[in-house]
């Protein structure tokens, strides 16, 4: 993480760490508290097609055919999608312009830029979400995973721990997706402080999602999810 961190801000890019070892030092001082499988990183869309080749620099391997540019089908790939993935050694690093795939449902990456946190890793600083942001991104994040990993309702309770809370200018649908979230995760996990539960949240769709065991990761009906939050909450 640390090495691709540095790659972009070496070429000038501003850039922050989604999830992984940096969400692990912010809600609980150590690297290892939190299973992590890849390298998320968050840049401006406009620093893309710098970050694409900052990204090659470092022996990343890209795995689209598509690249980060002026083409159109660049263009579309930026509107309608919010990541690239790259092969990188031990694993599998990718690169998110937005958190969300529906425009203007979460905040933008420069609003969650300009309010980043950094965490220090050893010798470095790694810039992430804000706590507040890396609460609402836990709740979408949960949501897209269908409520099927108990990593993200674990995040959730350590950032409440901290005193995290939505930040005030999230939409109101965003607002109860965290709200619906949180109150399924206490209602799955014990031992919630009183004062961090929504007042009536609407856990019946978590529920149904947890208890699915029929909608592999990677079907199209899997897919459909990422595109759920806007609509089931708009």
């Known amino acids: 993480?640390?090495?691709?961190?540095?790659?972009?801000?070496?070429?000038g890019i501003e850039t922050l760490v989604l999830k992984g070892v940096a969400l692990?030092?912010?809600?609980?001082?150590?690297l290892n508290s939190r299973d992590t499988r890849d390298?998320?990183?968050l840049v401006s869309?406009?620093?893309m097609p710098r970050a694409h080749e900052s990204l090659l620099a470092t022996g990343a391997r890209y795995r689209h055919r598509m690249y980060p540019g002026d083409s159109a089908e660049w263009r579309f790939a930026r509107w309608a999608n919010r990541e690239l993935t790259y092969y990188t050694d031990p694993g599998e690093l990718d690169l998110h312009w937005r958190v969300a795939n529906e425009l203007?449902?979460?905040?933008?990456a420069k609003t969650l830029l300009a309010r980043a946190e950094v965490v220090s890793v050893g010798s470095a600083s790694l810039p992430t979400l804000s706590q507040s942001d890396a609460l609402i991104a836990g709740?979408?994040?949960?949501?897209?995973?269908?409520?099927?990993?108990?990593?993200?309702?674990?995040?959730?309770?350590?950032?409440l721990a901290h005193g995290a809370q939505v930040p005030p200018d999230s939409s109101n649908g965003l607002r109860r997706l965290t709200a619906d979230t949180i109150g399924f995760a206490s209602e799955l996990i014990p031992g919630w402080p009183a004062q961090t539960l929504?007042?009536?949240?609407?856990?019946?769709?978590?529920?149904?999602q947890w208890e699915r065991v029929?909608?592999?990761?990677?079907?199209?009906?899997?897919?459909?999810?990422l595109f759920s939050s806007a609509r089931r909450y708009s």
């Open 104 to 108: 203007g449902w979460f905040p933008d």
């Open 139 to 159: 709740c979408l994040f949960a949501h897209i995973d269908r409520y099927n990993s108990m990593r993200y309702l674990v995040d959730i309770h350590r950032l």
């Open 24 to 30: 692990s030092m912010q809600t609980t001082g150590t």
């Open 1 to 11: 993480t640390v090495r691709y961190v540095s790659a972009l801000q070496s070429a």
């Open 198 to 208: 929504p007042a009536e949240p609407n856990t019946r769709y978590a529920w149904q």
């Open 39 to 41: 390298v998320d990183l």
């Open 45 to 47: 869309p406009d620093d």
């Open 214 to 225: 029929d909608v592999p990761m990677g079907t199209p009906k899997s897919y459909a999810a």
